[in-house]
């Protein structure tokens, strides 16, 4: 069974950084997709930053673009998010996730229904 790890959350004040990273049980070029999600309470999860892991080409939500890097270490297994210029409103539980290629005619790599291997979550709290 594939497993995700997340870790790096914490508190932050605005304005600040933090850097998530995500360890996968198995080779992440064995996936199609591999990125990250975000689920604030009462908020339905949306997709952050997503990879495709054989181009790299790499896919942002607007909220994050300019500000959240992902980027993956192949060889380590890593996956990880860096996020910068925090705002109050990133708050959330973020999640690592992994999918394999869609048997659908169409998609978006930030779609979370595509994604069918997920980490736990880790927790990122940003203070205005």
């Known amino acids: 069974q594939v497993q995700l790890v997340e870790s790096g959350g914490g508190s932050v004040q605005a304005g600040g950084s933090l850097r998530l990273s995500c360890r996968t049980s198995?080779?992440?070029?064995?996936?199609?997709?591999v990125g990250w999600f975000r689920q604030a309470p009462g908020k339905e999860r949306e997709g952050v930053a997503t990879?495709?892991?054989?181009?790299?080409?790499?896919y942002y939500a607007d909220s994050v673009k300019d500000r959240f890097t992902i980027s993956l270490d192949n060889a380590k297994s890593m996956l990880y998010l860096q996020m910068n210029n925090l705002k109050s409103e990133d708050t959330a539980m973020y999640y690592c996730?992994?999918?394999?290629?869609?048997?659908?005619?169409?998609?978006?790599?930030?779609?979370?229904?595509?994604?069918?291997?997920w980490g736990q979550g880790t927790q990122v709290t940003v203070s205005s």
């Open positions: 996730a992994a999918a394999g290629r869609p048997r659908r005619p169409s998609w978006h790599p930030l779609e979370k229904d595509i994604y069918g291997n």
């Open positions: 990879l495709e892991t054989g181009d790299l080409s790499t």
């Open positions: 198995i080779s992440a070029g064995s996936f199609y997709y």
